[in-house]
């Protein structure tokens, strides 16, 4: 089955310019998370999705990032305007919500943003 | 405030060896903890996870213990192969949210 697919995989830009990031999940996961990981850290949750409602956008910085998930299946992450600190790994995940167990997410490649 | 930690941002380890990685947390309602590899320019890819009802899991040559008292589990690798070179992220899910809290991850080099 096809994996987690993000695009574009890297994304230059200058400050105070939009980005967008795209996320198809895999085929029946109704879950899908963003996670921002900076360089020598661990992924960190920005928003998460059960079908098309955020139930969790607690860690998202809500005056410059937005995200949606038409029909509950794609998503797009965009940062407007985008600042030097925005550098980062922007990760896409997504699961299935189903009985009570561990929570495995699958994660694409990444989108990898350098704001100049 | 970090939830996961796992103190140890490098680990060196012969071929054939045995390859410990630790991590530690400080929320007692995670219920399931998981360790993910990563490569890199690539996602972080499942390895193996544990429930916290269990003190130990086996997946082939990966082995995840947990100490529920200390809040610690730990991820053994034997024999570790070169192949096995990468990030490991030890993660933790509980509570309402479900999501998924990761440590800042271990770099594994295994040498020849």
């Known amino acids: 089955e096809a994996g987690v697919v993000q695009s574009p995989r890297y994304k230059i830009i200058e400050k105070k310019q939009p980005v967008a990031f795209w996320c198809n999940p895999i085929?029946?996961?109704?879950?899908l998370y963003w996670y921002r990981q900076n360089l020598g850290q661990g992924p960190e949750l920005l928003i998460r999705y059960e079908n098309e409602e955020a139930v969790d956008d607690s860690q998202l910085p809500k005056d410059r990032f937005s995200a949606e998930r038409l029909k509950g299946v794609d998503s797009t992450l965009k940062i407007q305007p985008a600042e030097l600190g925005d550098s980062a790994v922007y990760l896409c995940?997504?699961?299935?919500?189903?009985?009570?167990?561990?929570?495995?997410?699958?994660f694409g490649a990444g989108s990898r943003l350098t704001v100049l | 405030d970090q939830q996961v930690k796992q103190n140890s941002p490098s680990l060196s380890v012969q071929e054939g060896r045995i390859s410990i990685l630790n991590c530690d947390y400080t929320n007692s309602m995670f219920d399931y903890f998981l360790w993910y590899k990563k490569y890199p320019a690539e996602g972080p890819t499942f390895l193996i996870s544990i429930s916290s009802i269990k003190d130990k899991n086996e997946d082939g040559r990966f082995t995840v213990f947990l100490n529920k008292s200390a809040k610690h589990l730990s991820l053994h690798i034997v024999p570790s192969q070169p192949g096995d070179s990468a990030v490991y992220f030890c993660?933790?899910?509980?509570?309402?949210?479900?999501?998924?809290?990761f440590g800042k991850g271990t770099k594994l080099s295994v040498k020849p």
């Open positions: 993660a933790a899910n509980g509570g309402s949210q479900g999501n998924l809290i």
């Open positions: 085929s029946g996961h109704n879950t």
């Open positions: 995940a997504s699961s299935w919500t189903g009985p009570p167990g561990a929570n495995v997410l699958t």
